[in-house]
């Protein structure tokens, strides 16, 4: 029972701090920086994606095509998680309770926009990508985990997320340590491993099979 209680306070401190917050969702500022985080929605983040992966391979910058890479797989767990959670957890937005006056939480619920509040699909992308893209370009980390807060933070005053559905995109898509022992570390570094070795031989062509074919006879005539 207390624990159901604490969990209920909990609820509630959220709910009222969605509203608080959504006092100033006319702000300009509010609106502007809504506007821009539309841009951490999935179809945009597979395009960008796509496309720095697609011009890194164009021009032949390892790099580029390495954060595209990473970008892509990163959307794409973030994206399958994220579909996961919203079709099993019913929450409405906050802005079906200042406009309707309706709330509802529980579990195996409509799967549609107005009770998918949680978890927050714009943080989880934002997050992903500034964490794929700052592993290839660190010197770009402060300026990608600064949108990315943006692109997290706007949500709850322009009344689509609550606080703790912000935070849990974040928890998903974020930096964590308890990964190197988590069940997602392998298929992670698996797919690293593999990307690395595709990117290398695209990259490299038939002067780089020429390479390694050279290195190979001459380890033979040494052995």
Not at 66 to 72: D, I, K
Not at 124 to 144: D, F, K, S, Y
């Amino acid at each position: 029972m207390a624990e159901t209680s604490l969990l209920n306070e909990i609820e509630r401190a959220d709910v009222a701090a969605a509203a608080k917050a959504g006092e100033h969702r006319h702000d300009s500022v509010v609106r502007a920086a809504g506007a821009m985080a539309k841009g951490a929605d999935q179809p945009p983040m597979f395009t960008l994606a796509s496309a720095v992966l697609g011009a890194g391979l164009a021009i032949g910058s390892p790099r580029a095509a390495e954060a595209g890479g990473r970008m892509l797989v990163a959307l794409a767990v973030a994206t399958a998680v994220k579909a996961a959670v919203k079709a099993s957890v019913v929450r409405t937005r906050p802005n079906v309770l200042w406009d309707q006056g309706r709330y509802e939480t529980g579990l195996w619920g409509p799967n549609e926009a107005p009770w998918n509040s949680f978890p927050s699909g714009h943080t989880a992308n934002a997050v992903a990508v500034a964490r794929a893209v700052g592993r290839v370009v660190p010197e770009a980390r402060p300026a990608l985990w600064a949108l990315a807060a943006v692109a997290g933070g706007v949500q709850v005053p322009r009344g689509a997320h609550h606080p703790l559905d912000v935070a849990a995109g974040h928890w998903w898509a974020g930096p964590r340590r308890r990964w190197r022992t988590g069940p997602g570390r392998w298929p992670r570094r698996c797919l690293a491993r593999r990307w690395r070795r595709c990117m290398g031989r695209a990259m490299s062509g038939r002067g780089g099979r020429a390479r390694r074919a050279g290195s190979r006879r001459r380890r033979c005539v040494a052995g």
